[in-house]
């Protein structure tokens, strides 16, 4: 079955470090890759999402580009803030054909950004 | 903005008693979806509702069962809570025309003593 792989945290950075958060998945053919971000307290919130092979989405900082040949939606920041702190899920939406219609997560990634 | 609520953020309760987790969305989504999170696992899918009165088991329904009377209410019922079902529990739905994305409430933090 579908599967997301995440890098175990937490990833603790200074602020204005460059962040990298690994994300890999298994799927049948080409789903659709989204990465939410849940702040303390809060839920999941779209923070960028890409429908289909070298599609890259962006927000707030933040890229990811769809590598279909490693299987990859790796989550990038040039310089991270302070208020950047939070828990980071990669997820996929797979195929309809597959029949399943809920979102695949991946276990989350804490990063701690310190002043 | 789409709007997810649920109706309560902590909760509290026994082993052995019945609980209601209720969610409502307010843009006519036909999708809905009841979650679990727990560290080191992410999100697990629990029941998803694709319509009124519509509803199918999810990665881990065992211990729960899901009521969609009407298309803006999506509740969670567990039917003799356990210790085990302690848990923050998400409730998303989800447009099923144009995007795909889905929107989550804030979250209940149910335990269970």
């Known amino acids: 079955g579908d599967s997301v792989t995440q890098m175990e945290g937490p990833v603790t950075l200074s602020e204005e470090a460059f962040l990298t958060i690994n994300c890999t998945y298994t799927a049948t053919g080409y789903p659709s890759l989204f990465w939410y971000v849940q702040y303390p307290g809060e839920g999941l919130q779209l923070l960028l999402k890409a429908t289909k092979a070298d599609d890259k989405g962006s927000n707030k900082g933040f890229e990811a580009t769809y590598r279909k040949e490693t299987t990859s939606f790796h989550l990038e920041k040039g310089s991270v803030q302070v208020s950047d702190s939070a828990v980071y899920f990669c997820?996929?939406?797979?195929?309809?054909?597959?029949?399943?219609?809920?979102?695949?997560f991946g276990s989350g990634t804490r990063l701690q950004v310190q002043p | 903005d789409v709007k997810v609520t649920q109706s309560s953020r902590y909760l509290v309760k026994r082993t052995g008693e019945k609980v209601f987790l209720e969610c409502v969305q307010d843009?006519?989504?036909?999708?809905m979806f009841w979650y679990r999170q727990d560290p080191g696992l992410g999100l697990r899918l629990i029941y998803f509702s694709y319509d009124v009165k519509m509803k199918e088991k999810g990665d881990i329904p065992e211990g729960y069962s899901v009521s969609r009377e009407k298309k803006e209410r999506f509740s969670l019922i567990l039917e003799s809570a356990s210790t085990n079902q302690t848990s923050m529990y998400l409730c998303?739905?989800?447009?099923?025309?144009?995007?795909?994305?889905?929107?989550f409430g804030p979250g209940t933090r149910l335990t269970v003593l």
């Open positions: 998303a739905s989800r447009s099923t025309s144009g995007k795909n994305e889905q929107f």
């Open positions: 843009m006519d989504h036909e999708n």
């Open positions: 997820a996929l939406n797979p195929r309809m054909d597959t029949g399943r219609r809920a979102l695949t």
